[in-house]
């Protein structure tokens, strides 16, 4: 059974960076698509970048092209979220989202595109 388990959330001020790691455990990932979303109470949860696992592409929120980097390790079973210039408005619980079937993403962005979710992993920024 593959599951996402995410880490490395935390406090930081406005300005800083973090990096989200999260391992798919279970098995040699083979899925076509691997994601970040995130969540704050009362709000959808919302996508925040994908990745192809094949390497043709990845694709971001517009409000974290240029500040956020995903990224994997194929060795690793891994997929990381770089998270630079952080904001008080990326305060939420990031969760990590893995696509196990070998077709295609329709949207990479979208909740329906994915099915393993990890438990989330909590980014507070102080502004």
């Known amino acids: 059974q593959v599951q996402p388990v995410e880490s490395g959330g935390g406090s930081v001020q406005s300005g800083e960076s973090l990096t989200l790691s999260c391992v798919i455990q279970?098995?040699?990932?083979?899925?076509?698509?691997l994601a970040w979303f995130r969540q704050v109470p009362g709000r959808e949860r919302e996508g925040v970048a994908a990745?192809?696992?094949?390497?043709?592409?990845?694709f971001y929120h517009s409000s974290a092209k240029g500040r956020f980097t995903i990224f994997q390790d194929n060795a690793k079973n891994t997929v990381y979220l770089q998270m630079n210039g952080l904001k008080f408005e990326d305060t939420a619980m990031y969760y990590c989202?893995?696509?196990?079937?070998?077709?295609?993403?329709?949207?990479?962005?979208?909740?329906?595109?994915?099915?393993?979710w990890g438990q989330g992993t909590q980014v507070t920024v102080s502004s």
């Open positions: 990745i192809l696992t094949n390497g043709d592409g990845r």
């Open positions: 279970g098995s040699t990932f083979s899925g076509s698509c």
């Open positions: 989202a893995a696509r196990t079937s070998r077709s295609p993403c329709q949207a990479l962005l979208t909740r329906s595109d994915y099915d393993r």
